[in-house]
């Protein structure tokens, strides 16, 4: 597998490692998109400063209004911090 | 670093290590952009078979129309990309 068909697996592993935990396996309930920030984004919430900061991201990423964040919605959020890290690299260095 | 953010990393390393060749190394030329794929991605442009493949995927993903691919263009590809394997991987297997 090369470096970029890694990357790619890696993120459809870490998505489904969070969604399988409910009925619905395909789609981040609000528990699992926090489960999966903390623990795979740590430092993107603030570390709790900001307790509505689940809900505001949720409600931000849930573009079919189901609330819950499925593939395809975690994919562009995904997609938008990695050009914003890719940005900030170019000028510094991306956390 | 977490799996999630090795992910990411990843991608940008990608583009990076293709991008840098030329003196603009933002941006993917053709030529980058079909060394990219060649390695990166075999089988996505069916083993060269179509010799407009890189011209048509470049013309694709080559929004502002500079006849280049930049990052925020590479990763819209790279996130639709893994959206179909996602499907395809609760259907089936990804490639």
């Known amino acids: ?8 697996t ?11 935990g409910d009925s619905n396996s395909n789609s981040l309930t609000k528990g699992e998109l926090k489960a999966l920030m ?4 740590p430092g993107f919430l603030q570390n709790g400063k ?3 900061a689940v809900d505001k991201l949720l ?3 849930d573009a079919n209004g189901d609330a819950q ?4 919605e975690f994919i ?3 997609a938008a911090l990695t050009a914003a890290c890719h940005k900030f690299f170019q ?3 991306c956390k």
């Open 59 to 61: 409600k931000d990423l």
């Open 69 to 72: 964040v499925d593939f395809n």
């Open 10 to 20: 890696m993120i459809v592993d870490v998505f489904a490692r969070y969604s399988k």
């Open 38 to 41: 903390e623990k795979e984004l």
């Open 76 to 78: 562009v959020f995904v």
């Open 50 to 52: 900001d307790k509505d």
């Open 91 to 93: 000028q510094a260095e």
């Open 1 to 8: 597998m090369t470096e970029l068909e890694m990357a790619m």
